[in-house]
């Protein structure tokens, strides 16, 4: 219970974290496709700091609304592209909020979620994490049941004008394999089992879940924080 706690009262420090550790993990010489070992998780201080939460919006704003997100499900879809884009115009374009998007594919029942969140990781390299991620939801019936999306996500980096060589570089080793299973763990511990987890708290203040993932239900959450 201890170590709950300690990590929703540090969890708005979570997106500014750096990654810097040591992998345990044999290198497969390949895309990795789904968590890897990494050292260092067990300890809550650590976690928090490998863990890396994509920013969207002024990191100053003072209130922070948090997603533990899986691009496979459609439940986050339905919530990127239907409730996301009202919570941006309302508050992150006005400074009110910033969003932050932690990973957590459910790899038991998803089995393409990692290998995306890994490309909307490789997209990020390349200024394009948050158009690549609707790129991922808007897409998301042609490549969720496909045996083979390395082709598809791919095209998407065409699609947006990517530099093709570097983002399937990327994509086809492990690079940002340790930040996608350090998400995962950040979010287990958090008593994170399903997705969308949405989570809201102002500046250091203890993180708040929400039960409910409506634009109605989560600006009540904002709005009464920004009150305070």
Known sequence: MKRFYMLLGVLALAGAGVVGYTLSAQSSGGAATEPILVEGLDDPQTLVGLAKGMVLGDENAPVTIYEFGDYQCPGCGGFAL?????????????????????????????????????????????????EYHKKLFETQPRWSNSSAPMGQYLGYADELDMDRGAFESCLKSEKFADVVTANMRLGEDLGVSGTPTIMVNRENGMAQRLSAMSFEAISEAVEELLNQ
């Not at 009202?86 to 998803?110: R, T, W």
């Open 82 to 130: 239907q409730v996301k884009p009202l919570l941006e115009s309302a508050y992150v374009n006005e400074g009110k909020a910033k969003f932050v998007f932690y990973d957590f594919p459910l790899i038991s029942i998803h089995p393409n979620a990692f290998l995306a969140a890994r490309a909307a990781r490789c997209a990020s390299d390349q200024g394009k994490f948050w």
